[in-house]
């Protein structure tokens, strides 16, 4: 079975601050990693994902992520926070074909991210 | 290319009643799963279907069923509501079981 926990329910940065909101998974097979953005009352937008290769992954609006095997983390960063940026963030693991939840997202709780001017 | 889209936007209804709720995907994509999100949560998986059959079932009742149709649209069906069903329910649509799934702006579902 799969789990995401994301550590931190809020984050508030500064604009123009490093953007950093953390993500650890649990697979028993390798996994894939996303993450998505949701503004209030809206569904969830893809920011970006990671399958197999390379594992610095860039996203839409200057997002990043790094998968570390070694410390089963994927975590989401973003040089210079905007406004724009507030939202929350969810962090998802689902597996490739084989497994028993193939294609079954399975999302952590979500980080709140604040910016101030 | 028009995204994944849901109806009702909005629903409200009363306990006990039976309420359907429908997705249509983005053309081209032959998976549909559904996935409930209660407040202050992340979305928790309901169901996945492809090529119009069941893939996969969350750890949700019997009361909560979905179907595909051949156009590949898809109706989540929850009978005898419950005030805990109330939530923002949430479709999304695949080329194929293992790849990234786009998410529709949700239909919110309050039982009273």
């Known amino acids: 079975a799969q789990s995401v926990t994301q550590l931190g329910s809020h984050v508030s940065v500064s604009e123009g601050a490093l953007v950093l909101l953390r993500c650890n998974y649990s697979?028993?097979?390798?996994?894939?990693l996303f993450w998505y953005v949701q503004y209030p009352n809206q569904g969830l937008q893809l920011l970006l994902k990671?399958?197999?290769?390379?594992?610095l992954v860039k996203g839409i609006n200057g997002f990043e992520a790094e998968f570390k095997k070694s410390e089963t983390s994927f975590h989401l960063t973003k040089p210079s926070a905007h406004m724009s940026d507030a939202a929350e963030y969810f962090c998802?693991?689902?597996?490739?074909?084989?497994?028993?939840?193939?294609?079954?997202?399975?999302f952590g709780q979500g980080t709140i991210l604040t910016v101030h001017p | 290319d028009a995204g994944v889209t849901q109806s009702p936007t909005h629903l409200i209804k009363t306990r006990g009643q039976h309420v359907t709720l429908r997705c249509s995907p983005i053309?081209?994509?032959?998976?549909v799963s559904w996935y409930q999100q209660v407040l202050g949560q992340g979305p928790q998986f309901i169901f996945q279907?492809?090529?119009?059959?069941?893939?996969g079932r969350g750890n949700f009742p019997d009361r909560f069923s979905a179907r595909q149709f051949p156009n590949y649209s898809s109706e989540l069906n929850v009978n005898a509501l419950l005030l805990g069903d109330s939530a923002l329910y949430l479709c999304?649509?695949?080329?194929?079981?293992?790849?990234?799934?786009?998410f529709g702006p949700g239909t919110r579902l309050t039982v009273t």
């Open positions: 999304a649509s695949s080329s194929g079981r293992g790849y990234e799934q786009y």
């Open positions: 697979s028993s097979v390798p996994p894939y």
């Open positions: 990671y399958t197999t290769g390379a594992t």
């Open positions: 998802a693991v689902s597996v490739g074909a084989g497994g028993t939840s193939y294609g079954k997202l399975t």
């Open positions: 053309s081209g994509h032959k998976s």
């Open positions: 279907y492809y090529e119009k059959e069941e893939r």
